[in-house]
T-cell receptor
Framework: DTGVSQDPRHKITKRGQNVTFRCDPI?????LYWYRQTLGQGPEFLTY????????KSRLLSDRFSAERPKGSFSTLEIQRTEQGDSAMYLC????????????FGPGTRLTVL | GENVEQHPSTLSVQEGDSAVIKCTYS??????FPWYKQELGKRPQLIID?????GEKKDQRIAVTLNKTAKHFSLHITETQPEDSAVYFC??????????FGKGNQVVVIP
């Protein structure tokens, strides 16, 4: 499968714990995006990378959230001191900047904070 | 920031009829408008997209129209089939290519 992959697919954690998610984009794509989706809503932008540079973070993203893309390939999203309000589907998407900019989504990581 | 709104929130159609979903956007600088289909528990799948230099695009039973002056765009599905039942999201590309999504439309095709 050469599409966007995410790991894990599901994560259940207790409030206050830290969690980390991984995204592997389509191999030749240089842009990688993180979105969050809650029930009944559209995906909401969190942050994006072009190669290894993090170019933008949403103002809605608290300091408990951090993302990295150290080698310009896979990316990780870490949430520290999780809260119940962090429960959501975390989606990753990738695109090839400078062409169609079409974003292809991964299957998502569903986070449940108890 | 960019604001994207979708109407209606739920749409029920008889199999074989057409479905139309409308979206409006706020940022006149937006230049790329994709539509995604999302089935329950699955990832959003791109079904069609349009750029601001084009007024209409068609792919088999699916078409999208764009009115830049009015800042709205629409998805048209003809000859609907049960497998078209899903949530459809419109989006507008904002600075850096990031997408602002609408809240989605639940389309139900009644056999």
């Amino acid at each position: 499968d050469t599409g966007v992959s995410q790991d894990p697919r599901h994560k259940i954690t207790k409030r206050g714990q830290n969690v980390t998610f991984r995204c592997d984009p389509i191999s030749e794509h240089n842009r990688l995006y993180w979105y969050r989706q809650t029930l009944g809503q559209g995906p909401e932008f969190l942050t994006y990378f072009q190669n290894e540079a993090q170019l933008e973070k949403s103002r809605l993203l608290s300091d408990r959230f951090s993302a990295e893309r150290p080698k310009g390939s896979f990316s990780t999203l870490e949430i520290q001191r999780t809260e119940q309000g962090d429960s959501a589907m975390y989606l990753c998407a990738s695109s090839l900047a400078g062409t169609t900019d079409t974003q292809y989504f991964g299957p998502g990581t569903r986070l449940t904070v108890l | 920031g960019e604001n994207v709104e979708q109407h209606p929130s739920t749409l029920s159609v008889q199999e074989g009829d057409s479905a139309v979903i409308k979206c409006t956007y706020s940022d006149s600088a937006s230049n790329y408008f994709p539509w995604y289909k999302q089935e329950l528990g699955k990832r959003p799948q791109l079904i069609i997209d349009i750029r601001s230099n084009v007024g209409e695009k068609k792919d088999q039973r699916i078409a999208v129209t764009l009115n830049k002056t009015a800042k709205h765009f629409s998805l048209h599905i003809t000859e609907t089939q049960p497998e078209d039942s899903a949530v459809y999201f419109c989006a507008a590309a904002w600075v850096g290519g990031r997408l602002a999504f609408g809240k989605g439309n639940q389309v139900v095709v009644i056999p």
